[in-house]
């Protein structure tokens, strides 16, 4: 059965998804809000569906008047 393998993002494209800072990107890390991160090796990198996950829920609290 093939696998299929999510594609892994760095923080920088990640940000660039998002329409955000790097240091943005940071700040949400530490604060463990946003997308879901995870370290290889010394870099930080999103999976592309944690990412999208992310902006789904923001649009969703957006739209029913809550803050995240």
Do not use: C, F
């Not at 696998?3 to 955000?20: S, Y």
């Not at 530490?30 to 999103?46: C, D, F, T």
């Amino acid at each position: 059965m093939a696998q299929i393998v999510d594609e892994l993002l760095t923080i920088h494209e990640a940000a660039a998804m998002l329409n955000v800072t790097v240091g943005h990107m940071y700040n949400l890390r530490w604060r463990s809000h946003g997308p879901l991160s995870y370290k290889r090796g010394k870099r930080i990198v999103y999976r592309r569906s944690d990412v999208d996950s992310y902006l789904a829920r923001e649009r969703e609290a957006t739209l029913k008047g809550e803050r995240l």
